[in-house]
């Protein structure tokens, strides 16, 4: 006992480990593409942002402090559901944890390719049009290799380069607002009347949510409930630490918004607008217009620094992830196969780096992959406010550390506003992610035909809800307003309250079709925590 003492992980230190996944890319692109799609608006976009995730993560908080165990977030639907809806939320959250790899290297190769140099001219043939080019994806290529073998070879390696890095990504932010606010700072940007402030409507407000990389640049509180069985007093520990992570998240990108659109010169705008502005590298190349050559250099520097630090923290996560899902036996076992002198489920990892090649050569810009991510995983989280809600009806007795009496409001409002952003994808984009999800099922089928024999009518019934769900957001997409890439066919807001009034009814129908009692293996988790009081 002595020895597993020593590894528990404290509140600081996963707080650390939180915001190290947190913060990557998406503090040096999401801003600018924010402003780009919504003006100064944008800055709401990232408030919405917020408290889309922080709605759900709460759900979760209250079911990792009930299950406190390591890659818990993938198995919670199965406790309350069965294991074909834990199967969709499991492949669903490690497709979009395996293209967060991709994404990383992808935002390194992009700032890259906009190095000022007149020594760097072979990077600028990195990006066209927005899009990485052959030439860049091979560069690419060679990060996600990097990230890999960082992870290939030991733990240790890992942890004392996240810890390093961790810091580093708090203070270049921090440091990078001060110094924008302090050089030259337009509050007119931010318009005197609300047209000025949202020059394009309230719509482009929903857009940038999904589609600048805002809910992707959130998604990391699951850190935290994924660690939930290495946390020291993980009852406690589980809700501070998703508050507190989110919450200075929520802060810095919220300053970096407001900072980035102060920064832009007036005269720039006057000639372009805010759809003009199209900087390849946001930060570093308003510095270089400002004349601060000295956090150019820190910029370029944390554009490897920040997206190395999350790409190799996500190829721990994502390879954790798809060998946890052999364990219920619906995936090949060598999958899971753990290497004895390193702890670390190389498989995984080798099949996941060929995912993340593929990924990177369907979608080749940052923004592409940041919606692909944001899709996948909010289909993944769209389980948790069904889940607890079903768990608090058929094992109301369990002993629940957190348990906020708002949830029974709170929980359909997240599945709304889940559901929402979904939306906000914006078709195509929504249709590809929910076919590569639907990829999954025969796998599953197959697995579960040929080696479970269980019983698959009982699974449907617990699982029709999500996939009639799926099949009318692809619909919906399809048939939605253009703004949202659909063919308008029900304008910009009633597609809102559309998608507001049936995903209720889809919210009801999946607590309605919940298991009549608990999953065993929850049972035994349960029973195990109670043994160590």
């Known amino acids: 006992m002595g020895k597993l003492k020593r590894h528990k992980i404290g509140l600081f230190s996963a707080v650390m480990l939180a915001l190290n996944s947190l913060i990557g890319s998406g503090w040096l692109f999401g801003a600018g593409s924010a402003a780009k799609i919504a003006g100064p608006a944008a800055v709401l976009s990232w408030i919405l942002g917020a408290v889309i995730i922080i709605s759900i ?6 079911l990792g402090s009930m299950f406190p165990e390591s890659g818990g977030m993938s198995r919670y639907a199965q406790y309350s559901h069965g294991p074909l809806l834990g199967f969709i939320a499991a492949w669903a959250n490690w497709i979009s944890l395996v293209t967060l790899v991709p994404m990383e290297a992808v935002a390194a190769v992009q700032y890259m390719s906009s190095w000022p140099w007149s020594w760097a001219n072979w990077t600028k043939n990195f990006i066209k049009n927005g899009d990485i080019t052959f030439k860049g994806i091979g560069v690419v290529f060679i990060f996600m290799l990097i990230f890999t073998m960082i992870n290939f070879w030991s733990v240790k390696i890992m942890t004392h380069f996240t810890n390093l890095i961790s810091i580093f990504k708090i203070l270049l932010p921090t440091l990078t607002i001060v110094t924008l606010i302090c050089s030259g700072f337009h509050e007119h940007n931010f318009g005197t009347n609300i047209h000025e402030f949202m020059p394009y409507g309230s719509r482009s407000i929903f857009e940038a949510t999904s589609v600048s990389g805002i809910i992707m640049s959130y998604d990391a509180f699951q850190t935290i409930i994924n660690m939930g069985g290495e946390l020291k007093n993980p009852r406690k520990n589980i809700v501070r630490g998703v508050l507190i992570s989110m919450l200075i ?7 970096l918004q407001v900072t980035f659109i102060g920064a832009v010169e007036p005269s720039m705008l006057a000639k372009v607008d805010w759809h003009g502005i199209d900087f390849t590298s946001p930060f570093a190349d308003l510095a270089i217009l400002m004349g601060i050559n000295w956090l150019v250099i820190l910029l370029y520097l944390d554009a490897f620094v920040s997206p190395f630090g999350t790409g190799v923290a996500f190829v721990a996560t994502a390879s954790r992830a798809l060998a946890a899902m052999t364990h219920t036996r ?12 390193y702890m670390i489920p190389r498989y995984a990892m080798a099949t996941d780096l060929i995912l993340a090649v593929i990924l990177v050569s369907l979608f080749r810009n940052w923004n592409l992959l940041a919606t692909v991510i944001t ?6 989280y769209l389980t948790g406010p069904v889940t607890v809600m079903t768990l608090r009806k058929i094992r109301p007795d369990l002993a629940r550390p957190f348990k906020p009496r708002y949830m029974p409001w709170l929980a359909p ?5 889940t559901s929402l952003a979904i939306y906000w994808s914006m078709w195509p984009t929504t249709i590809q992610v929910i076919l590569v999800i639907a990829l999954g099922l025969p796998i599953y089928f197959y697995y579960e035909i040929r080696y479970q024999h269980s019983d698959l009518k009982k699974q449907l019934h617990n699982c029709w809800w999500m996939i009639g769900y799926l099949i009318f957001m692809s619909f919906m997409s399809y ?9 308008n066919w029900i304008k910009y807001p009633f597609d809102f309250v559309v998608i507001i009034v049936v995903s209720l009814l889809f919210y009801y129908w999946g607590v309605k079709s919940g298991r009549d009692q608990l999953d065993p293996y929850a049972e035994h988790i349960v029973q195990n925590k109670n043994k160590q009081k």
Do not use: C, D
């Not at 619906?330 to 002198?341: E, M, Y």
């Open 413 to 417: 409002i997240a599945f709304v506003l």
């Open 375 to 380: 899709a996948s995983t909010l289909i993944a």
């Open 249 to 255: 998240t929520a802060a810095i990108y919220i300053m």
């Open 479 to 487: 048939i939605g307003s253009n703004g949202f890439g659909g063919q």
């Open 57 to 62: 993560a709460l759900t979760y908080v209250e």
């Open 330 to 341: 619906h995936l090949p076992k060598w999958l899971g196969r753990i290497n004895q002198k």
